[in-house]
């Protein structure tokens, strides 16, 4: 009996433990600069600028955003945010100038990309690209 | 007058942009709007295209670490798994960009404990309407660190040093094609030789080697996707020595290439991790050649290898 008394009471304190330790996933506000949020895109939407943002994409981004930006990229389970899903939400109603910010600047498990894409018309074709992916 | 002047300016302005329309340049702003044309961008994806040198100068801040191998030759085959558990070759190396087109290299060698130093300048760049190639200037000074008490290896101090001093000139002829061209030069301060004649009326001394090697490459590389390309590069030795001449050198390969690294894996005949070496002193010949037995052997000499590089920026 006592046994079994133990043993329910440790079930139940190791449910407890779970329950305690499972954080929920909630998207860490990113503020951007007001300034820097309502820059306007130098860079027309054209094809050449979306094709060169796609192969910055595949470069840079699609490891961890996925091929499709669906934020399932082969590095994503590894890192401590999960990547936002850049087809739908926040990440595409934000303005253009935020976009550039954050991929700029970079945060936690996101780098900085101002030395890798050192060009802002480049980092602009990425933003291009990026409204593409949504859905 | 005046308006068939303008004409005649015009389609120079159209020839042009015509002529460079394949260039991966700056997106244009504003449709119609003058814009200044930039240098045109990833001419190559790294700065090493197998054992040479690309046209590519990292941007300011750029941190890089190599790591280079170069396994055994793949003549004996299963024995030692075609070269890979042979004895092998490793270069490790750091290089920093502190300026815009300059860039600072330092690596140390396994073979012959050869330290080496490096500086690399953009002298020019490939811009639409401009400038039809990229060119660079590559110089690559070394020194061989092997203990020599005896000095039977070495005379002098100044024996141990070995210049290479290159031109790069490289085209980014579409986004998925590059090709590069390379004239060196390599300097070594001391070379064998024996006395032919040595009495009262004077000395001549035979040479084995010139101290000056010229050589040129050709590379290219060739984009399957984003990520990866085909790398192909060719060396071929000008300077005739009297004995020792070196092998020209066809090594072919792939590149993968993310955010932070590059990955070149490839056959090639160099195996000596160092500029001025390889192209003074490669013994694997590309091509049929025979052996110091007077063997006749098909097919060449070619060693297996890799390049990773870590990028920090």
Same mark, same amino acid.
């Given at each position: ?28 506000? !990113? ?25 910055? !994409?595949?470069?840079?981004?699609? &490891? ?9 990229? &082969? ?28 991929? &700029? ?6 780098? &900085? ?10 980092? !602009? ?11 | ?19 460079? %329309? #394949? ?9 119609? %709007? ?33 790591? /280079? ?32 087109? *300059?860039? =600072? ?8 404990? *050869? ?10 760049? #490939? ?29 002098? /101090?100044?024996?141990?040093? =070995? ?15 590059? *090709? ?34 010229? %050589? ?66 490669? %013994? ?26 870590? *990028?920090?920026?």
């Amino acid at each position: 009996m006592k046994i079994k008394l133990m043993l329910a009471t440790s079930a139940i304190a190791a449910s407890v433990m779970c329950v305690a330790f499972t954080t929920v996933q909630q998207t860490k506000p !990113w503020p951007v600069p007001e300034k820097n949020a309502k820059m306007a895109n130098p860079v027309k939407p054209s094809k050449e600028s979306i094709a060169n943002g796609k192969s910055l !994409w595949n470069l840079h981004c699609a &490891s961890c955003h996925g091929k499709t930006g669906l934020g399932d990229g &082969s590095k994503a389970a590894q890192l401590k945010t999960q990547p936002e899903d850049m087809t739908k939400g926040t990440a595409q109603t934000q303005s253009d100038g935020s976009i550039f910010y954050k991929i &700029s600047e970079g945060r936690d498990d996101m780098p &900085s990309f101002k030395k890798k894409i050192p060009d802002p018309d480049d980092m !602009w074709s990425l933003v291009n690209f990026i409204r593409t992916l949504k859905k | 007058m005046l308006t068939a002047g303008a004409c005649l300016v015009s389609c120079i302005l159209s020839f042009e942009t015509t002529t460079y %329309a #394949q260039d991966t340049t700056a997106v244009v702003k504003e449709a119609g %709007a003058p814009v200044k044309a930039k240098p045109v961008k990833n001419t190559f994806q790294s700065i090493w295209l197998i054992d040479n040198q690309t046209v590519m100068v990292p941007f300011k801040g750029t941190f890089e670490m190599d790591i /280079q191998h170069r396994f055994g030759t793949v003549d004996k085959g299963y024995s030692d798994l075609w070269g890979l558990y042979a004895s092998s070759n490793i270069r490790i190396g750091v290089g920093y960009a502190p300026i815009n087109n *300059l860039y =600072l290299g330092i690596g140390l060698n396994k073979y012959d404990e *050869l330290w080496d130093v490096s500086a690399k300048y953009a002298l020019l760049k #490939q811009t639409p309407g401009e400038s039809p190639v990229s060119i660079t200037y590559y110089g690559d000074l070394s020194y061989d660190t092997r203990k020599d008490a005896t000095k039977d290896l070495f005379a002098h /101090q100044s024996d141990r040093f =070995l210049s290479f001093n290159q031109i790069i000139i490289a085209r980014k002829f579409s986004d998925k094609l590059s *090709l590069q061209v390379a004239p060196s030069i390599t300097h070594q301060n001391a070379v064998n030789g024996y006395y032919t004649k040595n009495d009262s009326t004077g000395q001549t001394i035979f040479e084995e080697m010139k101290h000056d090697h010229f %050589a040129v490459s050709v590379s290219g590389r060739y984009k399957l996707s984003d990520a990866t390309a085909v790398l192909v590069n060719y060396d071929q030795p000008i300077t005739k020595h009297a004995t020792n001449n070196p092998s020209p050198n066809l090594s072919f390969g792939f590149e993968f290439a993310t955010s932070g690294h590059t990955f070149q894996l490839f056959m090639g005949n160099y195996s000596l991790l160092n500029p001025g070496k390889n192209n003074l002193f490669n %013994a694997n010949s590309p091509f049929n050649y025979t052996q110091a037995d007077g063997t006749r052997v098909k097919g060449g000499k070619f060693v297996i290898g890799f390049n990773i590089t870590r *990028l920090w920026n």
